[in-house]
């Protein structure tokens, strides 16, 4: 008896599992794009994490370009979801942010990121968190300490390559990177305690930002949610350190400083504002670094020809005028006199490069975003509630 209620209860929630992963085809997808479901939980969300280039659209963009499209409908993260590499559809969703489509992340990312943080909030919730945000991050940037924080890691990391034969620049980029970071939103230098404990949790916790989301112990998304509790947990030890602290402590003047005041914002906005600050400048602002020397490394006329005058707007003549750039701006500088916003400003030519190197190769591939109302663009129908990946 107990055997077959056994069978039983395995049957019907392997039935359960095999409707909720095809009951969307029939019920949403009748009008939508060609694609594959995939497997049942699974879908296709294992080939969607395969690791590529980051100058490359990778294996699975390719074979499902090239067989249905440059739109096409997916099972990813737990979700049927409309994959786009449409430029004119992106565009659409995109210029119809909160009027057709909404922010949404699948719900498993939640559980990593946390409820309160700016990428999964939507609505008024999100235009507070944001406005809120643009503000801080405003104020810190006004700081006279701020580019001299920058400037002096800077050269910490490049001092620290000399006498080594060869040197793995992502990983080094990472390192400066996340100590800016660390330095401007927690007031942390590299060799406190805190600082590395905070990196060992981040680092398994970006792991796990881009794995299957099933929580089962052992796994990285398993590992990346318990990342982020001591994480927050440390930063909470930080926060209530500060306020007893009281007077002697707002002399950092860092980021936590000026958010630790802010009414508006609850304890767990607080936390998540510190994560979502370390997670959007940590892997983005390293690659970008990464990706801009790995593309000079392509153009060596671009380093040799220091002097060379912009003629067109090809890419080994925007990074010849950058390098030309900082030798005119280093000229006018006194001995360790440090940059400042001015000098910042005079580097058009660098933003050029940097606007290059995202254009060769993407940082954020794609975005997640939900239709809130019936859809029509190009003769497709996409339905209330249908998810949608936008590569761009």
């Known amino acids: 008896m107990v055997g077959c209620l056994v069978i039983a209860a395995l049957f019907g929630l392997s039935l359960l599992v095999v409707l909720n992963h095809f009951l ?61 590499c449409d430029q004119e559809l992106n565009h659409f969703i995109l210029q119809n942010e909160e009027k057709l489509f909404q922010c949404s992340y699948p719900k498993p990312i939640h559980g990593i990121l946390g409820e309160s943080s ?31 924080d ?17 040197i793995i620049f992502c990983e080094e ?22 600082t590395n404990r905070i990196l060992e949790d981040f680092l398994t ?7 299957f989301p099933f ?34 402590a707002n002399k950092r003047s860092d980021f936590l400083d000026m958010l630790l005041p802010v009414k508006s914002l609850s304890e767990g906005e607080k936390v998540s504002f510190v994560l979502d ?33 912009l003629s067109n707007w090809s890419v080994t003549n ?22 400042n916003w001015e000098d910042y400003k005079r580097m058009e030519f660098t933003q050029n490069v940097i606007n290059e190197a995202l254009r060769c190769g993407n940082i954020v591939k794609f975005v997640h975003r939900k239709a809130i109302k019936d859809v029509r663009f190009k003769g497709s129908h996409y339905p209330l509630v249908i998810s949608f990946a936008v590569y761009y």
């Open 277 to 309: 600050s370390l997670l959007g400048g940590y892997e983005t602002t390293s690659l970008l670094m990464a990706m801009t020397v790995h593309f000079l490394g392509q153009s060596p006329l671009a380093l040799e020809q220091l002097k060379l005058e």
């Open 24 to 84: 969307p085809l029939i019920l949403h997808f009748k009008s939508a794009p060609r694609g594959s479901f995939g497997w049942p939980v699974v879908g296709e969300t294992l080939s969607f994490l395969t690791p590529h280039t980051s100058n490359s659209l990778g294996r699975f963009l390719d074979d499902h370009c090239s067989r249905f499209g440059k739109v096409f409908k997916s099972h990813l993260f737990c979700s049927p979801t409309v994959v786009s």
């Open 215 to 248: 929580y089962i112990p052992g796994t990285p998304y398993a590992r990346a949610v318990q990342a982020r509790a001591r994480i927050s947990s440390t930063v909470k030890g930080i926060i209530e350190e500060r306020r007893k602290k009281g007077e002697e």
């Open 173 to 194: 980029a990472r390192k400066f990177t996340f100590n800016v970071i660390v330095k401007q939103v927690l007031g942390l230098t590299p060799d406190e305690p805190q």
């Open 118 to 148: 700016m990428l999964v909030v939507v609505g008024d919730t999100h235009k507070r968190l944001r406005s809120q945000a643009l503000t801080l991050i405003s104020t810190t940037k006004s700081k006279g300490g701020y580019l001299n």
């Open 150 to 166: 920058i400037e002096r890691t800077a050269i910490q990391v490049v001092e620290s390559w000399k006498g080594k034969e060869q």
């Open 318 to 339: 925007l990074f010849s005028s950058a390098q030309s750039e900082h030798q005119n701006i280093k000229r006018n500088k006194k001995k360790d006199e440090y940059l």
């Open 205 to 211: 916790f970006m792991k796990g930002l881009v794995s």
